[in-house]
T-cell receptor, first 114, second 114 residues
């Protein structure tokens, strides 16, 4: 009963390095999302994928790219990490864009950029 | 401009008493509202939701009230328990204009004292 699995759980990068955050869900959900949460703030949407094969920008997409590899997997890539991207990143999934069903979240990736 | 606001960053209540968490929104197109609960080092989990066609939804100790004219919703927890201590996020979505994506408030940290 894994739900939404994110890897890695923790990562420290140097400015300018690149990395990919992985996310997989086993609930056969159509929609997937990437958020970031900064201290004292809510979840801000970076990118989302309404269904397999589609991706769209959210509220704060600059500096990120995404890939919806298949229905299960949705990855987030930082091409050239900056200290402003230090945050906790959450992946989520839900049934689909035509549904108001709640989102299911992973436990997050804590990313520090020095 | 923040469309979903939780104006109280924190709330402390005694075990057994009522906890009331508040949320205000500005976008009149929102038609579905959700509350999520988040423990440290975990992802948010869905708690309760309400559609804009209702003004109240109850699930055990948790009740959500919606006042559309005031663009205000509240979450009542009765009786409060120490295990309810967590961060609570209010979220709003619009099925028809936002493809089901949610906008989150900044969260309220609830502490229930034994």
């Amino acid at each position: 009963n894994a739900g939404v699995t994110q890897t890695p759980k923790f990562q420290v990068l140097k400015t300018g390095q690149s990395m990919t955050l992985q996310c997989a869900q086993d609930m056969n959900h159509n929609s997937m999302y990437w958020y970031r949460q900064d201290p004292g703030m809510g979840l801000r949407l970076i990118y989302y994928s309404a269904s397999e094969g589609t991706t769209d920008k959210g509220e704060v997409p600059n500096g990120y790219n995404v890939s919806r590899l298949n229905k299960r997997e949705f990855s987030l890539r930082l091409e050239s990490a900056a200290p402003s991207q230090t945050s906790v990143y959450f992946c989520a999934s839900s049934e689909g864009p035509s549904s108001n069903q709640p989102q299911h979240f992973g436990d997050g990736t804590r990313l520090s950029i020095l | 401009d923040q469309q979903v606001k939780q104006n109280s960053p924190s709330l402390s209540v005694q075990e057994g008493r009522i906890s009331i968490l508040n949320c205000d929104y500005t976008n009149s197109m929102f038609d579905y509202f959700l509350w999520y609960k988040k423990y440290p080092a975990e992802g948010p989990t869905f708690l309760i939701s309400i559609s804009s066609i209702k003004d109240k939804n109850e699930d055990g100790r948790f009740t959500v009230f919606l006042n559309k004219s005031a663009k205000h919703l509240s979450l009542h927890i009765v009786p409060s328990q120490p295990g309810d201590s967590a961060v609570y996020f209010c979220a709003a979505s619009s099925l028809h204009t936002n493809a089901g994506k949610s906008t989150f408030g900044d969260g309220t940290t609830l502490t229930v004292k034994p």
